[in-house]
């Protein structure tokens, strides 16, 4: 039996990601008590087949306080059902958040006469901090349009083979700010950049002028080999510790040219070991993610 819980803040995409287990075939329950996860999680384990084979619940802000509290020890026993359990954990930014309650008009389930929204959306973060813990997947959705989040869930979640790592290699810009999901993060700022060679400005690092620039010097070599031998040497132990998924971030000063250029072949070389190796350029927006 298969558990997938999806947890965050209101807002931050949960509807979209159960939408996508659902039509996967998942057996849906939104907003369910944390307090019936336990016996819904027997009952499935004891039926072994049907409907309750791969459940997916989601669980946020409007169950009771208390329970939230208490999720780790609700966990624990959830892990010695012998259910195979993961949770996903989506959030944005709180300007992000901000806005996307004023573009629809919707009420926070944390807003009242003395609550405003801002109040709420931070109130709400650390209410749901004992299941942010405990995530096996953090989602930054503040960038990501409603069709580049299913296509996430769908890739680094249901694209993943039992026991096996999913690892999403994702570029950025560190004037943009380090994408708060990174598991790990690399800075490649050292490398010589493209940018300051005005003919290269209008290309980024997938263009083959951009590329032969950076090929050129041997320090961008020994960086990209340097970056796999410490990845590749590091991963084994994050798998022994039941890490089911892996976000690895490059970022170079603006995420156009030095880091995409790197995250493209680091990506390259796991994708031939990994089934499931996904590759994102946070800044270019015009390329969708691709799943290697």
């Not at 384990?45 to 669980?59: C, D, F, M, P, Y």
């Not at 958040?97 to 004023?102: N, S, T």
């Not at 629809?104 to 944390?110: E, G, S, V, Y």
Request: charged share 25%; with cysteine; proline share 4%.
């Amino acid at each position: 039996m298969k558990l997938i819980i999806v947890s965050g803040r209101s807002g931050s995409g949960k509807s979209t990601a159960l939408h996508v287990l659902e039509d996967l075939g998942f057996y849906c329950i939104d907003n369910l008590p944390i307090g019936l996860l336990s016996p819904l999680t027997r009952e499935a384990t004891n039926q072994g087949s049907g409907r309750l084979k791969r459940i997916a619940v989601s669980i946020d802000a409007r169950n009771l306080s208390d329970e939230i509290a208490n999720f780790e020890d609700i966990h624990r026993q959830l892990r010695q059902t012998g259910a195979t359990m993961e949770i996903i954990f989506l959030d944005a930014t709180d300007q992000a958040l901000l806005q996307r309650f004023h573009a629809t008009r919707r009420k926070h389930p944390l807003s009242n006469d003395h609550t405003s929204l801002k109040e709420a959306i931070d109130s709400e973060k650390h209410l749901l901090e004992p299941i942010a813990s405990l995530a096996d997947l953090f989602v930054d959705t503040t960038e990501l349009s409603i069709y580049e989040l299913r296509d996430m869930v769908k890739q680094r979640v249901i694209g993943r083979r039992e026991q096996e790592m999913a690892l999403l290699i994702q570029s950025f810009g560190f004037k943009h700010g380090v994408p708060v999901d990174s598991d790990y993060v690399f800075d490649v700022r050292c490398l010589p950049n493209p940018y300051w060679d005005t003919s290269l400005r209008k290309y980024t690092g997938i263009d083959q002028p951009v590329i032969e620039f950076l090929e050129n010097d041997p320090q961008t070599e020994k960086m990209v080999n340097d970056l796999i031998q410490f990845i590749e040497s590091w991963l084994p132990s994050f798998g022994q510790s039941n890490r089911s998924y892996m976000t690895i971030s490059i970022g170079c000063t603006g995420g156009q040219h030095r880091s995409v250029y790197v995250c493209e072949r680091v990506g390259e070389y796991f994708s031939k070991n990994f089934a499931n190796v996904q590759v994102r350029h946070s800044e270019l927006p015009h390329l969708k993610p691709a799943a290697t």
